[in-house]
């Protein structure tokens, strides 16, 4: 046994120490005390993409996630989480330069600011804006409640005729109480927003982001900057249909600073996990790491997986339950021997799982520099800048972009030609411009850039892999872009952490790099994620006895999906927790 592991037999194991597998150990040691729990990492840190890394001596980077607004606040004061960690709202929040001089736009919390920007631009738009950010945050709010509870449960059998939707024994709407009330809240919610008398807020779901745009605005800055929050994350266009719903994923979130407000966290991201870690420990958890899960144990018979067995050798049994903070392909496809797949699940589940769609294209730049970069359009007077140097240019989320048009082409070359874009798609944030605790030479202006960035794909044409060289031809494409903008950014930067989807991948354990454990466009949401059978967070027929009854996933890969919300570990935690009251000493 490792010496490190403190005993071999746990209630409940929980498979990766992001931060969906910390909150889901933490919500079932609050509510089950007597419960045994513990967490594997397989990383020399918990956190998952949530982490804070001093990659460059003296920098420290969120290296993958990087601001937060969409942790469910209900979470954070049950876990007593939001006074351990300190939140650093950003106004203005968004900035767009253009290679134009005099030519810019600031939007933020200041509805009055955001009026005299877009004016510049349009004067229709600028009176529109905040009707379209009251359209959305009215259908975020309609559909919230369905971030907090299990999807619609219609049972394992896709091909179960509206009789069984209806009237079946354990998942009919018109018998099964649960999803009766779910449905209720839907048909509530689309009397709310009106959708019998309009097609708007049915395009938030279902539209191209463009569609959505253009029917809101007219001025190609504007919605270009808008419409960037559609493809974050995504291997799609602003073009692509089911973009729109992207877009209101990234505005569902309220840390307390109002609706779709994305704030820097002190410390970076590495912050809330680290605090999330330490909430485990005080409640009792034991929280592994450097302890990598190689496999699940499975007993065929009785359906039930029985534990884990460690890189090293080491074997722990679960006694209760395991759950999986991994993606469902590496939850079935690599930590579960093959014959104990197809003996549980079946061969068609092996075959779903491979269907779900991780197209990746994000590659991930961490930069320490010397200096800030300061833009052709605008630059804060030298007299109204901080003591580090920066300006409210350089609080916000940067972009680069002008038009839809644009990043339309971006996306559309690398799709076609299976290779990176030569015109990026650029998001820059500079959290040591408002959080000085980033960078031990903040006094010297030094600071610490984070660009997100788009098309690369995992998935490249033949003959290529994104090695040293792959990377480096990339990331300079992305340095040229910005150098255009801000001339001297290539000079100040001495320090680099070049991320591309296969390091994503390699680095964090995300299948292809998909930030989001899988795509979050409509066919993999809400019932589908990741596909029919998961409303439990757990595959497994009684009746069938088709898969494994005590094998729950509380990762991105279920609903309600990615980004640093803390739902999906919430969920699984008590789908995990209802089964284990209801089934009292029985295993099933």
Not at 89 to 106: A, C, Q
Not at 230 to 241: A, F, L, M, Q
Not at 346 to 356: L, S, T, Y
Not at 562 to 582: Q, W
Request: hydrophobic content about 35%; proline content about 3%; glycine content about 8%.
């Amino acid at each position: 046994m490792s010496k490190s592991i403190a005993k071999t037999c746990y209630d409940v194991i929980v498979t990766g120490g992001g931060h969906n597998g910390l909150v889901c150990a933490a919500y079932i040691k609050k509510t089950m005390p007597s419960l045994s729990v513990c967490v594997f990492e397989r990383r020399h840190v918990t956190g998952g993409c949530a982490v804070s890394e001093e990659v460059h001596d003296g920098y420290k980077f969120s290296r993958a996630s990087y601001l937060c607004s969409l942790f469910r606040g209900h979470i954070m004061d049950e876990l007593d989480l939001r006074r351990r960690i300190k939140l650093i709202p950003r106004n203005p929040s968004s900035f767009t330069p253009t290679l134009n001089e005099h030519e810019f736009l600031f939007l933020g919390s200041d509805g009055e600011m955001n009026k005299r920007e877009i004016s510049k631009f349009s004067k229709k738009d600028a009176q529109r804006f905040d009707q379209y950010e009251q359209q959305l945050q009215k259908v975020a709010q309609s559909v919230e409640y369905l971030l907090d509870c299990g999807p619609l449960d219609l049972g394992y059998d896709e091909n179960a005729g509206v009789k069984d939707l209806l009237f079946s024994e354990s998942f009919g709407i018109l018998r099964n109480k649960e999803n009766r009330e779910k449905v209720k809240r839907l048909l509530d919610a689309a009397r709310e927003l009106g959708l019998g008398n309009t097609s708007s807020a049915l395009d938030i779901f279902l539209s191209p982001a463009k569609k959505v745009l253009d029917h809101w605005f007219e001025s190609d800055l504007l919605k270009a900057t808008l419409s960037t929050d559609s493809i974050i994350g995504e291997y799609c266009s602003p073009t692509t249909p089911g973009s729109s719903y992207v877009l209101l994923h990234h505005v569902m979130g309220d840390i307390g600073y109002g609706k779709g407000i994305w704030a820097y966290v002190q410390g970076g991201m590495g912050a809330v996990t680290q605090a999330l870690t330490e909430i485990n420990k005080e409640l009792g958890v034991d929280v592994y790491t450097n302890a990598q899960v190689k496999q699940f144990t499975v007993n065929s018979n009785t359906n039930r997986c029985t534990g884990v067995v460690l890189e090293d050798g080491t074997e722990i049994t679960a006694t209760k339950a395991v759950a999986s903070n991994c993606d469902p392909h590496t939850t079935f496809r690599k930590l579960m021997d093959k014959h104990d797949l197809n003996s549980t699940y079946g061969e068609e589940f092996g075959r779903k799982v491979d269907n779900i769609d991780y197209s990746s294209a994000t590659f991930k730049i961490n930069l320490a520099v010397h200096s800030l970069p300061r833009f052709k359009c605008f630059s804060t007077p030298k007299e109204s800048r901080k003591s580090n140097g920066s300006g409210k240019e350089h609080f916000g989320t940067i972009h680069f972009e002008t038009s839809i048009d644009e990043i339309d082409q971006s996306y559309l070359q690398a799709k076609s030609s299976q290779l990176y874009s030569d015109n990026p798609v650029i998001e820059m944030t500079i959290p040591s411009s408002l959080d000085e605790t980033l960078v031990k030479n903040h006094k010297d202006h030094h600071h610490v850039i984070q660009l997100f960035t788009q098309y690369a794909p995992y998935d490249l044409k033949e003959g290529y892999v994104w090695n040293e060289q792959l990377k480096r031809e990339y990331a300079n494409k992305v340095y040229d872009k910005i150098e255009a903008y801000a001339p001297g950014f290539k000079n100040s930067i001495i320090g680099e952490d070049l991320l591309s989807p296969l390091d994503l991948e390699q680095t964090f354990g995300m299948k292809k790099g998909n930030i989001f454990h899988g795509s979050i466009r409509l066919d993999q949401l809400w019932m589908n994620r990741p596909f029919r059978g998961f409303s439990n967070y757990r595959y497994f027929d009684k009746n069938q006895r088709v898969g494994l009854s005590n094998l729950y996933l509380c990762g991105a890969g279920v609903h309600p999906g990615g980004g640093v919300m803390g739902a999906c570990g919430y969920n699984a935690a008590h789908a995990l927790m209802r089964h284990l009251k209801s089934m009292g000493s029985s295993h099933q």
